[in-house]
């Protein structure tokens, strides 16, 4: 599975914004995806993740109820829909697939994911 994240840009506090990760081969919808994102000086977090089938979705604590991740496996594409935006969240975000097919437990752990984008710059200013 190979990964490519689109979408970032500079936004102010409080905008929104959606990435895309689109991927390649026709294997996508057989695994869960994940997105992380990594702050200037910091490890890399987990923000979101999504089972194989789209029936379930998941969220780091900073971003609940202010994140949504979803996928379209006809389009071999996951979406992260980022509302409410904070100078906190400025970061490369990397999407990545699950080291498994058809995994039905939740991924927040980087090792947990084998394939990753190569990451897209969102920036919000105060």
């Given at each position: 599975?190979?990964?490519?994240?689109?979408?970032?840009?500079?936004?102010?506090?409080?905008?929104?914004?959606?990435?895309?990760?689109?991927?390649?081969?026709?294997?996508?919808?057989?695994?869960?995806?994940?997105?992380?994102?990594?702050?200037?000086?910091?490890?890399?977090?987990?923000?979101?993740?999504?089972?194989?089938?789209?029936?379930?979705?998941?969220?780091?604590?900073?971003?609940?109820?202010?994140?949504?991740?979803?996928?379209d496996n006809a389009e071999?594409?996951?979406?992260?829909?980022?509302?409410?935006?904070?100078?906190?969240?400025?970061?490369?975000?990397?999407?990545?697939?699950?080291?498994?097919?058809?995994?039905?437990?939740?991924?927040?752990?980087?090792?947990?994911?084998?394939?990753?984008g190569q990451g897209t710059?969102?920036?919000?200013?105060?």
């Open positions: 599975v190979q990964l490519q994240a689109s979408g970032g840009g500079l936004m102010q506090t409080g905008g929104s914004l959606t990435l895309s990760c689109a991927a390649s081969g026709r294997t996508f919808s057989r695994y869960s995806m994940g997105w992380f994102r990594q702050a200037p000086g910091k490890e890399r977090e987990f923000v979101a993740g999504i089972k194989w089938s789209g029936g379930s979705t998941y969220y780091g604590d900073s971003v609940k109820g202010r994140f949504t991740i979803s996928r071999n594409t996951v979406y992260l829909q980022m509302n409410s935006l904070k100078p906190e969240d400025t970061a490369v975000y990397y999407c990545a697939a699950d080291r498994w097919m058809y995994s039905d437990t939740p991924k927040y752990l980087e090792y947990e994911y084998a394939y990753w710059l969102v920036t919000v200013s105060s």
